[in-house]
């Protein structure tokens, strides 16, 4: 069983930046393909970014390609996104997820094995 924890959400103004972090245990991360959703109220789930075992391959959604990037830190079990210039519509509740069968994540929800509880990013205009 893998546990995912996230952190690092809060308030911040349009065109600033927030990092969020997940620490994950219960499994070698390094065989963990990892990724990151969120939700607005009253919309549909969305793909955020997902990044493969070995880190080098990375994917994200088309909102946030160009100004979100996702890392991971296999020696802190951590996966991280940065998030630069932020928008209002960026407010969401951003969830950690991770796949233990493949090496890289695909980009719908029920692809992945385990979920966080979810972290508020609320963006200010």
């Known amino acids: 069983q893998v546990q995912l924890v996230e952190s690092g959400g809060g308030l911040v103004q349009a065109g600033g930046s927030l990092r969020l972090s997940c620490a994950a245990s219960g499994r070698t991360f390094s065989t963990l393909a990892m990724g990151w959703f969120r939700q607005a109220p009253g919309k549909e789930r969305e793909f955020v970014a997902a990044?493969?075992?070995?880190?080098?391959?990375?994917n994200y959604g088309d909102s946030v390609r160009g100004r979100f990037t996702i890392v991971r830190d296999d020696a802190k079990n951590t996966v991280y996104l940065q998030m630069n210039i932020l928008k209002p519509e960026d407010t969401a509740v951003y969830f950690c997820?991770?796949?233990?069968?493949?090496?890289?994540?695909?980009?719908?929800?029920?692809?992945?094995?385990?979920w966080g509880q979810g972290t508020q990013v609320t963006v200010s205009s």
């Open positions: 997820v991770a796949d233990e069968s493949r090496q890289f994540g695909g980009t719908s929800w029920g692809e992945f094995d385990y």
């Open positions: 990044i493969s075992w070995s880190g080098r391959n990375t």
